[in-house]
């Protein structure tokens, strides 16, 4: 990473904090910026190193060093010498725009404007930011500091330069970056995640079966498949002879429809919206919303990978 020494973060919210724990985690200087709330913003990412140690992925002194390369900030003018800035506020434009404004007037040495976005065109952003060159959309999953995957987005105005810093620095952040060939909505990840969403409520909606029930065929049968091989990967070893056969007499029973389906609308009309409202498709306690933490985090956690930094943020240690 000997372009990027230094990172900024602007957005406090579970992206940006994870995203703080990741670049910490791997002994890069890190500046938070966040309006307000600057001592609950480090109560989050004290958790998330805590639960690290937890898990046994971080020993406890480890923890305090990752800590030392975090500031968190108010001003823009504390952003001064970053090299790379990651915007991870809320999905509008508008605060978007406002964001790489000042990027623009207090970071003169930015290398790349990164914005986390997974809706809005890497395009359209790059448009609105004012340095054209420099903006290109990076993808995460949540939470970031433990999936690897991040899906890179660039667009018609975007340097190569730009691409190739960005590019090498997640590298060397051990993450899987895939480049998008085309800025479209979704990316990659999301637009298999919904086609499948979408036929699950079908399912449910035609009476094929109960929502427990497909969950229950997604978790035993073909999901830990895909944790090894990919799609491409598997149809190869099927035969796509046999896809063929299979999409011809298949595909015309699936859902083909281009909005949100009754489902969802109904349940969100009365106000079930999930594990946040205690109600969804299942009702949701606090006993059952701590296990379906556990359980999102499993898989990701033989992942973890951090060039874990072994000395205190010479910076940290001035100011102590």
């Known amino acids: 990473m000997e372009n990027v020494k230094k990172a900024a973060v602007v957005g406090a919210g579970m992206i940006g904090i994870s995203m703080c724990a990741l670049l910490t985690g791997n002994g890069v200087e890190t500046f938070l910026y966040t309006r307000s709330r600057q001592k609950e913003r480090k109560e989050q990412y004290d958790q998330i190193l805590a639960g690290l140690v937890e898990d046994g992925l971080l020993e406890e002194e480890q923890k305090e060093i990752c800590a030392s390369y975090l500031h968190i900030t108010s001003s823009y003018e504390e952003l001064e010498e970053v090299d790379i800035a990651f915007e991870c506020v809320a999905e509008n434009l508008e605060t978007k725009r406002e964001v790489f404004a000042n990027l623009r007037t207090f970071c003169p040495g930015l290398l790349v404007a990164v914005s986390t976005s997974s809706a809005i065109s890497s395009r359209e952003l790059a448009v609105a930011s004012g340095m054209e060159d420099k903006v290109l959309v990076a993808h995460p999953f949540y939470p ?35 480049v998008i060939k085309k800025d479209a909505p979704g990316f990659i990840a999301n637009r298999l995640q ?127």
């Open 144 to 178: 970031p500091h433990l999936i690897p995957c991040v899906e890179v987005v660039p667009n018609a105005y975007t340097s190569a330069q730009s691409l190739e810093i960005l590019k090498d620095f997640l590298e060397n952040l051990n993450r899987e970056v895939v």
């Open 194 to 320: 919904y086609a499948m969403l979408r036929e699950a409520i079908h399912i449910v909606e035609q009476g094929i079966a109960e929502p427990r029930d497909v969950d229950r065929v997604l978790k035993y049968s073909f999901a830990p498949r895909y944790t090894a091989i990919g799609i491409f990967e598997h149809f190869d070893n099927c035969g796509l002879d046999l896809a063929r056969d299979i999409s011809d007499y298949l595909y015309p029973d699936l859902c083909s429809t281009g909005e949100a389906q009754s489902y969802v609308r109904e349940k969100c009309d009365n106000g079930h919206y999930g594990v946040k409202s205690g109600q969804g498709t299942y009702f949701w306690n606090d006993r059952d919303v701590e296990d379906l933490k556990e359980r999102v985090k499993a898989p990701y956690l033989k992942c973890f990978s951090w060039n874990i930094p072994e000395k205190f943020c010479e910076m940290q240690e001035e100011r102590n």
